[in-house]
């Protein structure tokens, strides 16, 4: 995968996560029974902490977004590609991670969250979500070669 498309990929994820935050945060409720947890519980009591924090959630998606768009383009400096790079791979981690332990827990062989509808959710879209979105950016972010 070129840098090119892995910053126009990971780009894409982002907007279209901040989107989903940004029209649970101002009220919004289809699909959010697929986040389940606290969450939804957030989302759903619609605190002024509750919005503050969506809203900060939705200028980070934004934020990395801007980022990825930088790199696919050349022109984020190394300091900058290094920080997307070691985010791209938490974010691809903790996608994994989550979508993996989710498995187990539907499959029974752990103990998982009493809500099955939202962890059927979590294994087969929104985890697997933040794992390509994070190696997209990885690899938006890695190293040029030398000439």
């Given at each position: 995968?070129?840098?090119?498309?892995?910053?126009?990929?990971?780009?894409a994820?982002a907007l279209?996560?901040?989107?989903?935050?940004?029209?649970w945060?101002?009220?919004?409720?289809?699909?959010?029974?697929?986040?389940?947890?606290?969450i939804?519980?957030?989302?759903?009591g619609?605190s002024a902490g509750?919005?503050?924090?969506?809203?900060a959630?939705?200028?980070?998606?934004l934020?990395?977004?801007a980022l990825?768009?930088?790199?696919?383009?050349?022109?984020a400096?190394?300091?900058?590609r290094r920080?997307?790079?070691?985010?791209?791979?938490?974010?691809?981690?903790?996608g994994?991670?989550?979508?993996?332990?989710?498995a187990l827990?539907l499959?029974g062989?752990?103990t998982?969250p009493d809500?099955d509808?939202?962890?059927?959710w979590h294994?087969?879209?929104?985890?697997p979500?933040?794992?390509v979105?994070?190696?997209a950016?990885?690899?938006?972010a890695?190293?040029p070669?030398?000439?």
């Amino acid at each position: 995968m070129t840098r090119r498309t892995a910053g126009s990929a990971a780009a894409a994820l982002a907007l279209a996560s901040a989107a989903v935050s940004a029209y649970w945060t101002l009220g919004g409720t289809a699909l959010l029974d697929t986040v389940g947890g606290g969450i939804e519980d957030l989302a759903r009591g619609r605190s002024a902490g509750a919005i503050a924090l969506g809203a900060a959630v939705v200028a980070a998606k934004l934020a990395t977004a801007a980022l990825a768009v930088g790199l696919r383009d050349g022109r984020a400096g190394d300091r900058l590609r290094r920080v997307a790079f070691a985010g791209g791979l938490a974010l691809a981690f903790y996608g994994v991670l989550l979508t993996l332990a989710g498995a187990l827990a539907l499959a029974g062989v752990v103990t998982g969250p009493d809500d099955d509808h939202a962890l059927r959710w979590h294994v087969l879209l929104w985890d697997p979500w933040f794992a390509v979105w994070g190696a997209a950016l990885a690899l938006a972010a890695r190293r040029p070669r030398p000439a």
